[in-house]
């Protein structure tokens, strides 16, 4: 049986994940760490919404950070992130009894939707 604390440590991780952009991050820091701006770049977003999102993330123990000069450079904790075999699975993030699978497949950057060719 899982405990209560255990509960609200899983709940408070999944609910950091449960965003749109904050997805996205998770696909892009799936293939290894970036730092903000990297980010920012990749995922279409200005820079001070990424340093909000990666902070959600990180309080709620999904990243680590470590300074690099100016920059800041983002990963998931080891104890968090299991990395795939890159063709199938970029990774695997658990959370007490909890699994998300990172699928390569997936990828909302593989998956953009075409343009019509304007008229």
Do not use: C
Request: no cysteine; glycine share 8%.
């Amino acid at each position: 049986m899982m405990e209560f604390a255990d509960a609200r440590r899983a709940a408070v991780v999944l609910a950091a994940l449960a965003e749109p952009t904050r997805l996205r991050i998770v696909f892009h820091l799936a293939r290894g760490p970036h730092h903000v701006s990297q980010l920012a770049e990749l995922v279409g977003t200005p820079m001070v919404n990424m340093s909000h999102h990666l902070g959600v993330m990180r309080t709620a123990g999904l990243l680590e950070d470590e300074k690099d000069g100016r920059r800041v450079v983002y990963r998931f904790r080891p104890d968090i992130f299991t990395t795939g075999d890159g063709t199938e699975t970029l990774g695997t993030l658990s959370v007490g009894p909890f699994r998300v699978v990172i699928r390569a497949s997936d990828d909302p950057v593989k998956a953009k939707p075409k343009r019509k060719a304007p008229n």
